[in-house]
Each structure stands twice: as C-alpha cells, then as structure tokens.
C-alpha cells in the first residue's frame, strides 16, 4: 500500500517528512518503518469477531494477544487508538515527547490543546498528580469511569511537558472500559489520548469511525465495539480547594456536587450562577507560554545576550546553543518545544531567539505557541 501524503504528516510505521511514503500493510503482519528493525506479527480479526471493522488490516478485536501488540506499539513510541467507555481514544505514551507530538500530528490539531493521560488505576494517577482533598473524594466516588482531574504534577512527574501544553498542572483519568483497562495495565505507564478523530471532525465512537478518519495516520485500532456513552469525560480542576468544571461530561454537574457536599468540599459553580469562569481553556491563555524573558520569533542572527534557538539550518547560539531540531523536523520540533523554551528561560538570558519555523503542518501549532509566549505581557 502506497501513502501519499504531504510534509511532516505522522504515518503508520513512523513519522514522514517526504511527499511520498511506502508502507506495506499486509493481511497478516505490519511491517514497521522506524526502526526499520522493528517488525510485528499480528493476529487478524476473524470472521467470527463481532468488531465494527473487521476486514481492515489496521484494525484487531480486543483479545489478550491484540491487547499486547497495542502496548508493545505504544512502548515503541507508536500510536495505537484504542476503546474507553465515552469515546475512542487516539493514545501514545504520555512520557514520550515525540509520541504526543505525533498525536497532535495525526489528529491535524492546530494548536497544542492540552491532553489527558489515561491511568489504569487511582494509584497510580495519584503517583503523577498531587492528590488533594477534592481529587480524592471524585476519585473515589467516580473512578473507574468518564471523569478527568486538573491536578498538580508531582514533582518527579514523567509526563512529557508537551502533553500538558507546557502546563504544570496535568489532567488524569482512569477509564472504565475493560479493553482500555487492560492496555494501561499491560504498558504500565501513562498514555494521552485526546479523541480519535481529525481535529474539527465528529469524535469516534465505533472502530470503523477511527478507521475512516486516522487510517492513514495510525499505527493500529483496538476494536472493542461502540462506546457506551460517546460524551467525553468531564473535566474538573481540583488543583486548588474548591473544584471547577472545566468541561461538562459523563458525569454530570449534580452527581459532583453531591459527592462533594457529602465531603464538606465546595464545587465552584460557575456556569449555573452565571459567574465568570475561571479558568477558560488552557491553549487559549496566552501568558501560559510565556517564558521569564522577552521572546523574539523568526531570529536568523542572534543578538548580544540572546539565547537562541535553532531550528534546521539556523543553529542554537548562547550558552546552551541548543534547536528545536537540527534536522528541521517539525515533529521533532514539537516534542522539543516547552522543553527548550523552559531550558533556554533558566539560563536567565534577557532575551530568547527562536529560528523561522515553517507553518505546515503541525509548525501551525508550533508558531501559535510561540506568538503567545512572544506577546505583549499585560
Ligand atoms: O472522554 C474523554 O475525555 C476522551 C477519552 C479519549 O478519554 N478524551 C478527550 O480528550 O476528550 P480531549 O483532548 O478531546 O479533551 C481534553 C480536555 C480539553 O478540554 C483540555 O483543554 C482539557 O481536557 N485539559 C487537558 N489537560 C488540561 C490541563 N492540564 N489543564 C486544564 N485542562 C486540561
Ligand atoms: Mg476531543
């Protein structure tokens, strides 16, 4: 099977920097692009499965052996979209920059929107994320299922920083689908997932949505059958002392509350008394990005005391002289960005230089992050 696709797209078996990519998918096995050693066998979906895909080379019915396969892709930095009781979700490792650049990648998101790391259980969330008060309280009335905690991370939190958008506060789940139960239970760490669609496009809740929308662009889906609920899981800060819905969701407002008036614990609830909400999505918050010091974009040559980072043929200059990617990768390049951004505002530099970065593809993401970290402070 031949793949046609345009600059710095994530494809199945790796990332594509070239207009035109050959991966072979057969009926029986994947052959894996990158590392080119890497090479899996997989069982195919038999006549008798009662997936919603079956038929596609992409697609594998829950089973231990599938589950497997998906958490060996994931520990190999691959893409595996897998079932959750709200919506299909498209996972990588949390942990793993250039996984979750490769998400936003996938998905076409144009900007980096914050993701949710999937745990198999309250433990091992609460080892990421400082527990708190609230955060126990939901978590114990409402977990396994369609809730997601804002928490705090821990301070030898392993989440990738591109996951939470450069952000210190983390978002966790533990879902309730068995089949992603056990994926998370077999790879043993974190995994993002935002839905497992095309940005813009109607989130999946049956393989063959996943299928028709990502094909191209995955490395395997998990059949597990529709979803039982298609909402996505409600999102709650509980970070502080009084917990705020960030996102209505599977759970609803009043079961919340209940769970935390029985607690003594208050639910801010800033949508029904009419109140400005007070935290408004994470990527549309410009001083989240911004760095200590002044910002400049587009730097070809570094001024005195700047600290500038590169990106493809112009190189990183002052003391850490460091790029987003020398080889001008975009993918590369977003997976490297808070990170560097963080790097280069510790050396107490003034100023930060950041190279031109293309706007295609996921460089769209990449220089809206930096147009806010570069924007006047009020
Ligand atoms: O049901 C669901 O939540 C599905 C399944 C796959 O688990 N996932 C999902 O992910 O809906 P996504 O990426 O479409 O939505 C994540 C939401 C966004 O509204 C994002 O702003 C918020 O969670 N979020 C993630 N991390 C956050 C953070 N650190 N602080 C505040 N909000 C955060
Ligand atoms: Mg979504």
Redesign the pocket.
Known sequence: MIFFSPALRYQPGGYCAHSKFESRVAKTEFVLLRPPSLRYTVAMAHDSDTGDCNGSPLCLTVDSSSISKAAQLLAAGRLVAFP???????GGDARNAESVAAIFAAKDRPSF????S?VADAEAAFALGQKTPLAMVLADAFWPG?L?L?LHRQADCQIAML???G?D???L?V?AHEAARALLREFGGPVA????NPSGRI?PSRADHVVNGLGDRIDLVLDGGPCE?G???T?V?CSGDKAVI??P??VTREQISAALTKAGLTLVNNQADGSKQD?V???MMQSHYAPNCTLKMNVLTPSEGMELIGFGEVSGAGMLASTLSASGNLVEAAANLFDRLHAADATGASVIGVAPIPTTGIGEAINDRLSRAAAPRS
């Open positions: 959750t009781e709200t919506v299909y979700g498209l929107n914050p993701l949710i999937h369609p997601t804002i996951t939470s958008a952000l506060r983390i978002a789940r879902p997932a935002p839905s497992a989130s609920s909402v996505e899981s999102v800060d960030l996102r969701g599977g935290m999505s994470p990527g």
